[in-house]
């Protein structure tokens, strides 16, 4: 609870010369808080602890059943003297009950008019505020922990001072110490990056139209460097956070990825050509040449085929090559293709069936 929550509720002990005051959360979240003008002092109720009866109407109660049921073992024991009178006021403003106890003294005339009467409100809006502060710094404090331990370069760069933050990864890419880092230091660091890659004038001129457009979001922002790291995925858009203005940078090294679809375009290309030059020596031969699939289908024949057989090549397109080659011919051809698929060299004789009758021997 914080020292103000304390404060407020101990100016409602003294008001109504109570001896403690408890602020209870009455929706299903366990929590309690309290304040004591015992020796004890503050004490702080836990999940540990059910919750008061949920009085829907203000109520003050000096029945001792009815009070034990209202007030944990805890509260009880931290206020010297017997209770005499315990007052539940429900708080309008957040699912709040705000319970008063007497002990060894009697609740004033007036106690319950000033427990109705704003003060309660403005406990209230006090617990809010605070709550809220403390989501905030929790918020604040996981999202840190998520960032220090990205691969990922992240600058978090504050919009009014020019401040800027820098994980783990963005210290080595950056040459900088991890945390906090001054304006002009963090300037100079980007500018010095961004000098380095191939076009720097193209990611100068982006860069000034996001500094334009505060609200601009880029994806997938390709910088690429002569030297490592040869490429940069580049992410940046607003600081969306409760109290804080600027812009998050995400830097993410795709240097390995980059490299490997270079080769493997390389690869592509080279075998691309290398199909061609086959294709041209094939359809410009005159021996015939084919292609055929692990079935023994053909894919592919050379023009000769007709010259030689009198097939048109698309004549026998998928059409199997034992179709073609005479009975007895075909255990030398089976023998001849098992080697071939153990990447041996296939080298046999046997008669093909012409497109006009007969076989020839090839």
């Known amino acids: 609870m914080s020292a103000l ?62 009070m034990s049921s209202l007030l944990p073992t805890s509260a009880r024991l931290a206020l010297a003297g017997r209770q005499n009178a315990v007052a539940c006021v429900p708080v309008t403003r957040g699912d709040y009950q705000l319970v008063v106890i007497w002990a060894d003294q009697s609740p004033g005339p007036n106690a319950m008019e000033y427990l109705l009467g704003p003060a309660c409100e ?63 230091v963090l300037a100079f660091a980007l500018g010095a990056l961004r000098r380095r890659a191939l076009d720097p004038e193209g990611i100068e ?32 858009a607003p600081l969306d ?7 998050v940078w995400v830097f993410d090294d795709i240097s390995t990825q980059m490299q490997a679809l270079e080769r493997e375009k390389q690869i592509r290309l080279a075998l691309a ?41 698309e004549d026998l397109l998928g059409s199997h090559v034992e179709d073609l080659i005479a009975h007895e011919d075909l255990p030398s051809r089976r023998r001849a293709f098992a080697d071939a698929m ?4 296939m080298d046999y004789r046997a008669r093909f069936r012409l497109a006009s009758g007969g076989y020839r021997w090839m």
């Open 122 to 184: 403005a406990l209230a809006a006090d617990v809010a505020r605070t709550e809220a502060a403390e989501r905030s710094l929790a918020a604040q404090v996981r999202l840190e922990a998520v960032i220090s331990a990205l691969d990922q370069a992240v600058v978090i760069v504050s919009g009014e001072a020019g401040l800027g933050e820098v994980n783990a990864a963005a210290a080595s890419l950056l040459d900088l110490r991890v945390g906090y880092v001054q304006p002009d």
């Open 5 to 66: 929550t304390a404060t407020s509720l101990r100016s409602i002990c003294d008001a109504v010369e109570a001896n403690a005051a408890l602020l209870w959360r009455v929706s299903a979240v366990d929590r309690g808080l309290a304040v004591s003008c015992t020796p004890v002092g503050l004490v702080q109720l836990g999940a540990e602890h059910p919750l008061p009866t949920n009085v829907s109407e203000p109520a003050l109660v000096s029945d001792p059943g009815q």
């Open 273 to 313: 050509e290398s199909e061609e030059r086959l294709r041209l020596l094939a359809e410009n031969a005159s021996d015939v040449v084919f292609r055929v699939s692990e079935q023994g289908t053909f894919e592919w024949l050379s023009p000769s085929v007709q010259s030689a057989l009198g097939w048109l090549p």
């Open 241 to 247: 956070s409760p109290g804080r203005s600027g812009r």
């Open 342 to 345: 153990r990447g041996e060299k």
């Open 205 to 236: 001129a982006k860069a000034v139209e996001i500094f334009q457009y505060p609200n601009l979001v880029i994806r997938d922002w390709i910088w690429t460097f002569a030297t490592l790291p040869t490429h940069l995925r580049v992410h940046t």
